[in-house]
């Protein structure tokens, strides 16, 4: 299920009504603008009992295609590898 921004901010409102609502969608905005800098330098993002993302490069070279047999050139691009914690996919797997 995606997640919108609109509605982390009404979560985080409802969880913390200390904080302004301002001041939340800055602190996200912040958060997400520094995640997607660190992975344009070609960081590794951590986020300690939940999830990591790491760019990888796939090298340039040549590929087949294995409906129909076809080979050409592919050029060296980059991937993003996700994994998730495992505490979170267990509490993902849990029955209630």
Same mark, same amino acid.
């Given at each position: 299920?995606?997640v919108?921004?609109?509605?982390?901010?009404?979560? !985080?409102?409802?969880?913390?009504?200390?904080?302004?609502?301002?001041?939340?969608?800055?602190?996200?905005?912040?958060? !997400?603008?520094?995640?997607?800098?660190? !992975?344009?330098?070609?960081?590794?993002v951590?986020?300690?009992?939940?999830?990591?993302?790491?760019?990888?490069?796939?090298?340039?070279?040549?590929?087949?295609?294995?409906?129909?047999?076809?080979?050409?050139?592919?050029?060296?691009?980059?991937?993003? !590898?996700?994994?998730?914690?495992?505490?979170?996919?267990?509490?993902?797997?849990?029955?209630?």
């Amino acid at each position: 299920m995606p997640v919108a921004k609109s509605n982390l901010v009404k979560e !985080l409102a409802d969880s913390y009504p200390n904080f302004l609502r301002k001041d939340l969608i800055r602190l996200i905005d912040i958060t !997400l603008y520094e995640m997607i800098n660190a !992975l344009k330098r070609g960081e590794r993002v951590e986020l300690r009992d939940i999830f990591t993302i790491e760019p990888k490069t796939q090298k340039s070279g040549f590929r087949r295609n294995p409906k129909n047999g076809v080979t050409f050139f592919a050029k060296e691009k980059k991937k993003i !590898l996700f994994k998730i914690s495992k505490s979170w996919t267990k509490k993902i797997n849990e029955k209630e």
